[in-house]
């Protein structure tokens, strides 16, 4: 079965400062990979996702993420957040299955 | 082109009362997932519908049952309601089946479920 590992649940950084969510899985196929953005009372938004190619993946809202197969790992970064980016986010895998969440980490970004 | 949509917003129910959720796909989209999300969590998946067929299913009791119609909309229906029922729906919509594309889920806003 497949899980999904969301290292940190709260991630507090100043503003234009670097951000990196963190997110783990474990699967026993090839997955596809994604990361979702909550903001509050919303529904979820697609940020970005792998399925082939390479695996620097890029994003909308300057977001970008790396998928590292022998780490097993979809961590999630920005070069320089803002005030706007604070949000819930949600990694998630598929292997043409439905998909599997991890239990979001959120993003507080202080001015 | 229009997102996922779905109705209510909110919604109010009583424990044991029944409730149905509606949700429209994004254009040329023709699967239908829905999730469900307590508060604090991230979202279960509940079921799957694709061509006015449950493919798949989530670890959630026969009390959550759902539609697909040939317009590719789904309902989401629970009966006997419990105080744990209140959480955010989420539907998503995907396709069409066969590319890649189809793994990729569009979200709707949701519909917040209160169980008093």
């Known amino acids: 079965a497949q899980s999904v590992t969301q290292l940190d649940s709260q991630v507090p950084v100043f503003e234009e400062a670097p951000v990196e969510l963190r997110c783990n899985y474990s699967s026993s196929v090839s997955v596809y990979l994604f990361w979702y953005v909550q903001y509050p009372n919303q529904g979820l938004q697609l940020l970005l996702k792998y399925l082939s190619g390479s695996t620097l993946v890029k994003g909308i809202n300057g977001f970008e993420a790396e998928f590292n197969k022998s780490q097993t790992s979809f961590h999630l970064r920005k070069p320089s957040v803002h005030i706007s980016d604070t949000a819930e986010y949600f990694c998630?895998?598929?292997?043409?299955?439905?998909?599997?969440f991890g239990k979001g980490t959120r993003l507080s970004v202080i001015a | 082109d229009a997102g996922v949509t779905q109705s209510p917003t909110h919604l109010i129910k009583t424990r044991g009362q029944q409730v149905t959720l509606r949700c429209s796909p994004k254009s040329g989209h023709d699967t239908v997932s829905w999730y469900q999300q307590a508060l604090g969590q991230g979202p279960q998946f509940i079921f799957q519908y694709y061509e006015e067929e449950e493919r798949q299913r989530g670890n959630f009791p026969d009390r959550f049952s759902g539609h697909q119609f040939p317009n590719y909309s789904s309902e989401l229906n629970v009966n006997a309601l419990l105080l744990g029922d209140s959480a955010l729906y989420l539907c998503?919509?995907?396709?069409?089946?066969?590319?890649?594309?189809?793994?990729?889920?569009?979200f709707g806003p949701g519909t917040r479920l209160t169980v008093l």
């Open positions: 998630a895998v598929s292997d043409r299955t439905p998909l599997v």
């Open positions: 998503a919509s995907s396709g069409p089946l066969g590319a890649i594309s189809t793994d990729t889920q569009y």
